[in-house]
């Protein structure tokens, strides 16, 4: 298993911006940049549902919901992905998880709050 730090979360009112950070402290650049690295969140009452991904290979798929206003990145050599979500609605109040997936491993962070509220 990975672990994964998250960090970032809080509150902030409808129509704001958050971003969220993980980073995998353990691993080393020739370890993390073998993993698809993605944010999943899971608001109260519901399934835990993929947000964005990006590949080893650079490649990034994003939700439709969130389309336009989040943006994954990842910056190898420092082993860390960011979640950037601006024009935030109520609806992306969730705990948002960091995910790291490689062959047989898949990995979760411990999760960080967001709230969207006014």
């Known amino acids: 298993q990975v672990r994964l730090v998250e960090s970032g979360g809080g509150s902030v009112q409808p129509g704001g911006s958050l971003r969220l950070s993980c980073v995998a402290p353990?691993?080393?650049?020739?370890?993390?940049?073998?993993?698809?690295m993605a944010w999943y969140r899971q608001a109260p009452g519901k399934q835990r549902e993929l947000v964005a991904v990006?590949?080893?290979?650079?490649?990034?798929k994003v939700t439709d919901s969130v389309k336009g206003r989040f943006t994954i990145s990842r910056n190898n050599s420092r082993k860390t992905i960011t979640l950037q979500m601006n024009s935030l609605e109520s609806e992306d109040t969730a705990v948002y998880y960091c995910?790291?997936?490689?062959?047989?491993?898949?990995?979760w962070g411990q999760g960080t709050q967001v709230t969207v509220s006014s």
């Open positions: 995910n790291a997936q490689r062959d047989s491993i898949n990995s």
């Open positions: 353990r691993l080393i650049f020739s370890e993390f940049i073998q993993y698809d």
């Open positions: 990006m590949s080893t290979n650079g490649i990034t």
